[in-house]
């Protein structure tokens, strides 16, 4: 049987890179992955293929509707070969877990295929469909990730009622796509047919998309989706949904009690993700589980086996590859003997629409209901010389601040290369910086940045520059 440190059950994110800084802490490390590629669904059917998809068909809509005005006359019809499009985003995947074999053999870390379940709190075994392998450990990471959540009445079927995996490889562009959910997924591979010429429907349960984010930020994303032709239908509750050959029929019921139904050729169910945990055996550890199918976890995220730790998905917290990765080096370092720590409110949320919207730390909302007393300064995104010289006007960045002290609470965008911009607030946020630190900052002119300063500048006794 062979020995190790380390097992880690699971190879996305936060289960690659947990293994990665374990390697290089001098822990003899396994790596234990189910599919035939490493990269997990973040990887393989997430992150990295959606982003790929929605910058394929930014180009076709940039095309159509912005080269003209820029001065580039395209003779002759612009037509989208999805397979083609599709094909360059297996592409990109491929290269990206081709460099994910790479990190493991260079940080000499032993790779298992096959299914891992644990024996007892020192064993698991590898089930590959040919073989069992057994292998003892010191300590072992569960990573397994979570997988789309179906409604009860409402069945995947992998055909015409589909999930994001069947979205990123259809063989058609949808004449019309019923999406359900007004989330991250949703929004992004709406956006991403919408472009392609589908009619695109959202129904969304609540009064407002994305709901986790602040809501000024979530009602200039519908403002600009509707902008997009996108439609929305919010405070609707689906209550069947019907595949009948080549068409679905959704129906639902309005606030107002009032039955509707709506039909199109595809149903993207993406109402959300579920921890994964199934064969792992965790009942014969005893490894507690609460009402959402997550692995309880101390502060250490050690599981009432106190070695077995569980990261990412399968236990609380926002469904992020970031937060994933974060949590697999700080599993890495204490078991090091190392002190880490992650700080939750400052792991930023981004959709990868166009607008992108981003934000980090706390939203209007949640501090309204903790009564912290705040300032606002807000700045729109048109305003900016690089916005009009590119042509992206929507959006604004917005920044909370501590009435008193100053210090930045939460910091909100949705505007163009919003997803870096966060980046910024974050690292600002992490030394505790105020508005004020922000505002007296230089940055470069022309740039997308400019509009955190002067947000910052707003929020600085109303000091904002350039509005």
Not at 53 to 71: K, P, V
Not at 98 to 114: A, C, P, S, T
């Amino acid at each position: 049987m062979d020995k190790f440190d380390v097992v880690v059950i699971g190879s996305g994110p936060g289960g690659y890179v947990c293994a990665i800084r374990c390697s290089q802490l001098g822990m003899k490390t396994a790596l234990i992955e189910k599919y035939n590629t490493l990269g997990g669904t973040c990887l393989n059917v997430g992150c990295i293929p959606s982003k790929s998809l929605l910058d394929s068909s930014h180009h076709y809509y940039d095309a159509i509707n912005h080269f003209e005005t820029h001065g580039i006359s395209i003779e002759g019809n612009i037509k989208v070969d999805l397979q083609k499009m599709i094909s360059r985003k297996q592409k990109v995947v491929d290269q990206t877990i081709k460099g994910i074999d790479f990190l493991m053999n260079k940080n000499k870390i032993k790779v298992f295929k096959g299914l891992g379940s644990f024996v007892d709190s020192n064993t698991v075994n590898i089930n590959n469909s040919s073989e069992i392998t057994q292998l003892s450990f010191k300590n072992a990471v569960i990573a397994t990730g979570s997988k789309p959540v179906s409604l009860p009445f409402a069945k995947i079927d992998k055909k015409r009622i589909i999930s994001s995996t069947e979205a990123l490889e259809l063989k058609e562009i949808p004449k019309k796509l019923i999406v359900i959910g007004g989330g991250v997924i949703g929004l992004e591979l709406g956006q991403v047919y919408n472009r392609l010429g589908s009619e695109v429907s959202v129904i969304e349960y609540s009064n407002t998309i994305t709901p986790f984010m602040d809501s000024e930020v979530s009602k200039e994303l519908i403002k600009v989706f509707k902008k997009q032709k996108i439609k929305f239908y919010l405070s609707h509750k689906v209550y069947n949904v019907i595949s009948e050959g080549k068409n679905v029929r959704v129906e639902a019921e309005d606030n107002q009690g009032e039955k509707v139904s709506f039909n199109g050729d595809y149903c993207l169910m993406s109402v959300g993700r579920k921890p994964y945990t199934d064969g792992l055996n965790l009942n014969s550890l005893d490894i507690k589980l609460n009402d959402k199918g997550q692995i309880q976890v101390n502060d250490n995220l050690q599981t009432n086996v106190n070695n077995i730790y569980a990261i990412g998905d399968v236990i609380k917290g926002p469904m992020l590859a970031h937060k994933a990765e974060e949590e697999g080096v700080m599993v890495a370092e204490i078991m090091a003997k190392q002190k880490p720590h992650i700080n939750y409110n400052l792991i930023p949320n981004v959709i990868y629409t166009w607008p992108e919207v981003a934000s980090v730390g706390k939203t209007e909302e949640q501090l309204n209901a903790k009564g912290i007393e705040f300032k606002t300064g807000q700045f729109p995104m048109r305003a900016l010389g690089r916005s009009r010289a590119s042509m992206d006007l929507d959006g604004f960045v917005k920044i909370l601040a501590d009435k008193k002290t100053d210090e930045i609470l939460g910091v909100h965008i949705i505007g163009a290369r919003a997803a870096d911009l966060i980046a910024e607030a974050v690292t600002a946020m992490e030394f505790r910086a105020s508005a004020e630190d922000v505002s007296r900052m230089s940055h470069s002119h022309p740039t997308y940045s400019e509009a955190i300063k002067e947000a910052a500048l707003a929020a600085t006794e109303n000091r904002a520059l350039h509005m």
